[in-house]
């Protein structure tokens, strides 16, 4: 899969090496922008607050696939007229969207191959960009947890919170594992 990645921090970069070794064509973006138009996906990894600035410096995202991994913590909000920014984006490519690696510490991606089970990515999104959400996370050593449609993303985005004040009430940094019954 041809890949363009917008951030090149913790997580931008840090997803981007993992589906480098998976095989993927990985483009890496950074705050000068650039054009994703050969891209099969996009990954949105920018500060929460940055998203509107960091997609008015790219060019070729209409109708792309893009997978928002985003965060809104300490009061931040989306911007005007949208409850989460993956409905931002939306609006902005008008193609497929998910919230996806968004609830995942990124100090830990380099460690998640090497887990006992593969430890869940929480997403939402549209039905259209499921497979592409199931085989990234697949390739980056998670297992797709979906919460809902991209209704939902603004719930997911809320996480962000408690998932910081989890990891500073004693537990660290940490992976989380959703299974059903059958799995355990």
Same mark, same amino acid.
């Given at each position: ?31 000068? =922008? ?57 609006? &902005?490519? =008008? ?36 497979? &592409? ?14 919460? =809902? ?36």
């Amino acid at each position: 899969m041809n890949i363009t990645v917008i951030g090149r921090g913790n997580v931008g970069g840090g997803l981007a090496g993992l589906w480098e070794r998976a095989g993927h064509q990985v483009t890496r973006l950074g705050r000068g =922008g650039g054009n994703v138009g050969t891209a099969d996906a996009v990954l949105l990894a920018v500060p929460g607050t940055a998203v509107e600035v960091a997609l008015s410096s790219v060019v070729g995202l209409e109708g792309k696939t893009v997978l928002d991994a985003t965060n809104l913590y300490g009061g931040a909000r989306p911007p005007a007229g949208f409850s989460s920014n993956a409905q931002y984006v939306k609006s &902005v490519t =008008g193609g497929p969207t998910a919230k996806a690696f968004s609830t995942n510490f990124a100090s830990l991606l380099g460690q998640v191959a090497d887990a006992r089970v593969r430890p869940s990515n929480l997403w939402s999104g549209d039905d259209e960009v499921q497979g &592409v959400v199931r085989q990234l996370s697949l390739d980056a050593g998670y297992e797709a947890v979906r919460l =809902g449609d991209l209704g939902m993303a603004a719930t997911q985005e809320g996480l962000a919170d408690p998932m910081f004040a989890i990891a500073q009430s004693g537990l660290g940094q940490f992976v989380y594992r959703l299974a059903s019954p059958e799995q355990l």
